[in-house]
């Protein structure tokens, strides 16, 4: 069973930078891609960044410019930094995976969401 452990999060101000850190843990074999993804409540889960084993890294539109992820994936973490925050940056952040067990080749993996509020 592969669980992501998240980090972080919790109230910040505007302008501030907000530091994510997430964890898999578990029988893993491979790490293909590691990042983070938000919601708001009545809204669809929309992709802040994302991280490839080959380095690729992707943002979300409403991020790019303001947003930076890093990967280590021999310790199997990723940590998200996002700077000039706005209320609208307000919404549960989850940590996501895609990896590889001895079970199964690729395997989709959530954790279970830290909220962020900014807010002054």
């Known amino acids: 069973q592969v669980r992501l452990v998240e980090s972080g999060g919790g109230l910040v101000q505007p302008g501030g930078t907000l530091r994510l850190s997430c964890l898999a843990t578990?029988?893993?074999?491979?790490?293909?891609?590691m990042g983070w993804y938000r919601q708001v409540p009545g809204k669809a889960r929309e992709l802040v960044a994302t991280?490839?084993?080959?380095?690729?890294?992707e943002y979300g539109d409403s991020v790019k410019g303001r947003c930076s992820i890093d990967n280590d994936f021999r310790k199997l973490t990723v940590d998200l930094q996002l700077g000039s925050l706005r209320p609208e940056d307000t919404a549960m952040y989850y940590c996501?995976?895609?990896?590889?067990?001895?079970?199964?080749?690729?395997?989709?993996?959530w954790g279970q969401g830290t909220a962020v509020t900014v807010a002054s």
């Open positions: 991280v490839s084993s080959a380095g690729l890294r």
């Open positions: 578990g029988d893993i074999s491979s790490i293909y891609i």
């Open positions: 996501y995976a895609q990896a590889g067990t001895i079970v199964t080749q690729y395997l989709d993996v």
